[in-house]
Every structure is written in structure tokens, then in C-alpha cells.
């Protein structure tokens, strides 16, 4: 790969991983409102007039590692205590799951009324930096495709 070619790809590299901080510092404050609200709930239970129900939908970021570089995903969970029960008593295995993945179409559906405010505002944020990631990464593809392709077309002419 040439010189231009390999900064570029360098550059890319870095912005990705910088978008990646950012879309974790949202992740994270999207967490402490969303844990400070539940505690809220769970704190006036013993209250009449409150009919809030706590939270179970929530983000996180996952990283899959790649050959050449790594693709950032954010990914809705919904986390409930119960699926570590259920998941033990299913089978013999001892691994303990405490979320199950969400579609993100069924983020409304899945997620109680205070919530989905939450995750509009959170969508409202990071939407822009899920887009310039996945762009990135795009691009990183491309390059790193004219890259295979140059290493072939000098295998064959040699």
C-alpha cells in the first residue's frame, strides 16, 4: 500500500477510534440517568400514588475484532435479573446471561414510558457518530479491498 493510502487509512483509524470514545461517553451517561432513575423508582415502591416500573432497557458497545481493523456496533439490551435464572435452568451449562439483545425496532415495545424519552434523547446524540462510524469503517473496507488488490496484480505480473 502506498504512502498516501496508509495515511489515510491511519487517519480514518483514529477518527473511528475517537468516535468510538464519544459514543462511549454517551453509553455511559445514558447509564447514570437510567440507573438514577431506577433507584428513584425502587426507592418510593413503597408509595401508592407511584406507578412507575423500573427500567430494563439499556445501550452498550460492542467491538468486534477484525483482521485489519475493529467494527464498533451499539447494540439495546434489556436487562432483567430473570434471564440469569432462566438461562441456568435451561440447560447445564453455568454461564449466567443477564441481558437479552434487542431489536431496534423493539426498543418502544420493550422499554417502559420513561424510558423511551431516554432513548430518544440518547438516539438524538449518537445517531450522528453510529453514522460517521459505520462510514468509516466503509471506507476502511474499500481501502483495505484496493489493497488486496494491488498485492495481487503484483503477484501476477511477476
Do not use: C
Not at 418502544?108 to 445517531?127: G, H, M, P, Y
Request: hydrophobic letters at 35%; a positive charge; aromatic letters at 8%.
Amino acid at each position: 500500500m502506498n504512502q498516501d493510502a496508509f495515511e489515510v487509512r491511519q487517519y480514518l483509524t483514529d477518527k473511528k477510534d475517537d468516535l468510538a470514545l464519544k459514543l462511549d461517553s454517551l453509553v455511559d451517561g445514558y447509564w447514570g440517568v437510567w440507573r438514577d432513575i431506577n433507584r428513584q423508582i425502587i426507592s418510593q415502591a413503597a408509595n401508592p400514588d407511584r406507578t412507575d416500573k423500573v427500567g430494563k432497557v439499556a445501550p452498550s458497545i460492542r467491538i468486534y475484532q477484525t483482521k485489519n481493523h475493529n467494527r464498533v456496533t451499539l447494540r439495546w439490551r434489556i436487562y432483567e435479573n430473570s434471564w440469569a435464572r432462566l438461562n441456568v435452568a435451561k440447560s447445564n451449562k453455568q454461564t449466567l446471561r443477564y441481558a437479552k439483545e434487542l431489536k431496534r425496532n423493539k426498543l418502544v415495545k420493550n422499554a417502559e414510558s420513561w424510558e423511551v424519552s431516554l432513548i430518544d434523547e440518547f438516539l438524538i446524540k449518537a445517531e450522528p457518530i453510529i453514522t460517521l462510524i459505520n462510514m468509516i469503517h466503509q471506507s476502511l473496507k474499500l481501502l483495505n479491498n484496493t489493497k488486496t488488490l494491488e498485492t495481487e496484480e503484483i503477484q501476477n505480473a511477476e
